[in-house]
Nanobody, 122 residues
Framework: QVQVEESGGGMVQPGGSLRLSCAASESMFTIEAAGWYRQPPGQPRELVARRSADGRTIYAESVQGRFLMDTDKYKSAVYLQMNSLKTEGTTVYYC????????????????WGQGTQVSVGY
């Protein structure tokens, strides 16, 4: 069973920065492919950024140039660095792990975390 946990949300003023983290099963699994999503009120969940197993990353046009999705040396977590935050970025951010594993054991699917709240305002 893959358990996904996000952290790093909080409140920040417009123009500020936050860094979200996502780990799978308490960082016991390496994350090889994952994405960050958000769900504005009354709207469907939308892609923010996605990193594939080969390292290529795509971004939503609305965050291009302001957000950066990366991982650490051991791929124990994925991160979303959010800069120049805007008030419309206020919502819950979710991590979706698509491929992870430990050793020779691999897990493929869509494993969602519970989300972390980001609030941008004064």
């Amino acid at each position: 069973q893959v358990q996904v946990e996000e952290s790093g949300g909080g409140m920040v003023q417009p123009g500020g920065s936050l860094r979200l983290s996502c780990a799978a099963s308490e960082s016991m699994f390496t994350i090889e492919a994952a994405g960050w999503y958000r769900q504005p009120p009354g709207q469907p969940r939308e892609l923010v950024a996605r990193r594939s197993a080969d390292g290529r990353t795509i971004y939503a046009e609305s965050v291009q140039g302001r957000f950066l999705m990366d991982t650490d040396k051991y791929k124990s977590a994925v991160y979303l660095q959010m800069n120049s935050l805007k008030t419309e970025g206020t919502t819950v951010y979710y991590c979706r792990v698509e491929r992870c594993g430990v050793g020779r054991t691999k897990y493929y699917g869509t494993f969602w975390g519970q989300g972390t709240q980001v609030s941008v305002g004064y």
